[in-house]
């Protein structure tokens, strides 16, 4: 017997959905397999597993020293025992600048580092999508290609440029080329950040201005708009949640990041992450302060990945299926 039968004009499949495609039923069909029990189960063993470590790390930091350093986090369920001095002596450190400076700072660079690629990609991804111009496809690929060179092979050309130049052992290996130095300070830190995000965003943003249909481009300049009107109006609210997702991404990389941070930043322009790592002490006296300095370090990240979460979740499903 056939699978399938010829009511009216309507086809109806094994499983009665009038007109239902090749990809409507695919969809379906891993619909159903990632919500059966077994999948659901498997998903929560893995946040478990993946969660684990971080609860650990947050039942620390409310432990008193002298336990953390003789007992695992797991004996606090047994004798439990919470204070605040973790936090209070976290708090009251200072490296050159005090923990409540380094997070403001941390503020102060990953906004910008997080605004500008997506910016200037953007306006890149655009003109790479709907902007017909001589190379435009190879010129494309070299962009993309950009993404396989590590930032660590730019950053000495970059600290000559930015006119720190590179001193090993009091002796000046790369003197600086640039008349006003931005070593040291936040632009250095922008630049850095933006460059190294760039091929990537591009790439991101390309793919999803790409995959605006073409009747409304074209219906847009029709109706006389440019392409100014029809980047604003048109393909940004469309590449939103992947703009969304990706900015979460690269607020990430930066607040996390210590290598940018370790050479192009100092004193009292230092984030978070450099000031961690003088919280243990010279030798590592006060690895317990750790615990509560992670947490206080991971506030900001937290408020800006629930903010974003739903534009995260669509960002990552857009252009995953046509039809």
Same mark, same amino acid.
């Given at each position: ?105 941390? *503020?102060? #660079? %990953?906004?910008?580092?997080?605004? /500008? $690629?997506?910016?200037?990609?953007? +306006?890149?991804?655009?003109?790479? &999508?709907?902007?017909?111009?001589p190379g435009r ?25 930015y006119g720190g ?23 250095? *830190?922008? #630049? %850095?950040?933006?460059?190294?995000? /760039? $091929?990537?965003?591009?790439?991101? +943003?390309?793919?999803?201005?790409? &995959? ?51 050479i192009f930043s ?58």
């Open positions: 017997m056939s699978s399938s039968q010829t009511t009216g004009l309507l086809p109806v499949t094994r499983a009665g959905k009038p007109g239902e495609g090749a990809t409507a039923k695919a969809l379906r069909n891993t619909h159903r397999k990632l919500t059966s029990p077994i999948a659901t189960a498997g998903a929560l063993i893995l946040a478990a597993i993946w969660t684990l470590p971080t609860f650990g790390l947050f039942v620390s930091s409310f432990r008193p020293p002298s336990d953390i350093q003789t007992n695992g986090w797991w004996n606090f369920f047994a004798h439990p025992t919470v204070t605040l001095s973790n936090y209070t002596q976290t708090l009251q450190f200072k490296s050159g600048i005090s923990v409540i400076q380094a997070l403001t700072n941390s *503020v102060t #660079i %990953t906004l910008p580092a997080a605004i /500008l $690629p997506i910016t200037i990609a953007l +306006l890149m991804a655009y003109a790479f &999508a709907w902007l017909d111009f496809d190879w010129l494309f690929i070299a962009v993309f290609a950009m993404q396989v060179v590590p930032l660590q092979m730019v950053l000495v050309p970059l600290l000559k440029l130049g590179l001193a090993i052992g009091g002796l000046q290996i790369f003197p600086g080329v640039a008349s006003t130095t931005l070593a040291n300070g936040f632009m250095a *830190v922008w #630049i %850095t950040h933006t460059i190294s995000a /760039l $091929p990537l965003a591009t790439f991101m +943003l390309h793919n999803s201005l790409a &995959a605006i249909p073409t009747d409304i481009m074209e219906a847009a300049k029709i109706d006389g708009a440019g392409h100014g009107q029809i980047l604003l109006r048109i393909a940004l609210p469309l590449a939103m949640p992947t703009i969304a997702s990706y900015a979460i991404f690269q607020f990430l990389w930066v607040w996390n990041d210590l290598l940018v941070a370790t100092s004193g009292q322009n230092a984030p978070i992450t450099k000031l961690l790592t003088d919280l243990s002490g010279s030798y590592g006296q006060q690895w317990y302060l750790l615990s509560a300095g992670t947490f206080l370090a991971i506030i900001v990240p937290l408020i800006v990945f629930f903010a974003l979460q739903r534009f995260f979740v669509r960002g990552l499903l857009a252009g995953a299926t046509k039809g």
